[in-house]
């Protein structure tokens, strides 16, 4: 996905997010472990976007094992770096031309 594309599935993500009554707390977090494409906070938990978007498969295919271990240790890192341990959840944003789909708690 070229990262213009990737951009604009993050926006349309954002947008969805606001109107669901999330508050963004930060968009693409890099670590040396890896990015979290945004992340978000609702009723004190906060979430772990990662954003996938295709035309042509379910994007969740794109979120393997090794990805989900980059983003768990760049969460680590996350809480690290704020002095929290605040409850999360890890979460697939999938943009298809059909619309938005968020699946909460992904895993392996």
Same mark, same amino acid.
């Given at each position: 996905?070229?990262?213009? =594309? ?6 349309? +993500?954002? &947008?969805?997010?606001? &109107? ?5 707390? &930060? ?17 004190? +938990? ?13 994007? =969740? ?33 999938? +943009? ?13």
């Amino acid at each position: 996905m070229s990262q213009k =594309i990737g951009f604009k599935a993050e926006d349309k +993500v954002e &947008k969805y997010l606001l &109107k669901n009554g999330y508050k963004i707390i &930060k968009r693409n977090f890099h670590s040396k472990f890896g990015e979290i494409d945004i992340i978000a906070k609702k009723a004190g +938990v906060f979430s772990f976007f990662e954003v996938k978007f295709s035309k042509k498969y379910d994007p =969740i295919c794109r979120i393997t094992p090794a990805k989900i271990g980059k983003i768990i240790k760049t969460i680590d890192y996350f809480f690290m770096m704020n002095n929290s341990d605040d409850e999360y959840q890890i979460c697939a944003a999938l +943009v298809t031309p059909k619309g938005i789909e968020i699946i909460d708690n992904i895993s392996y």
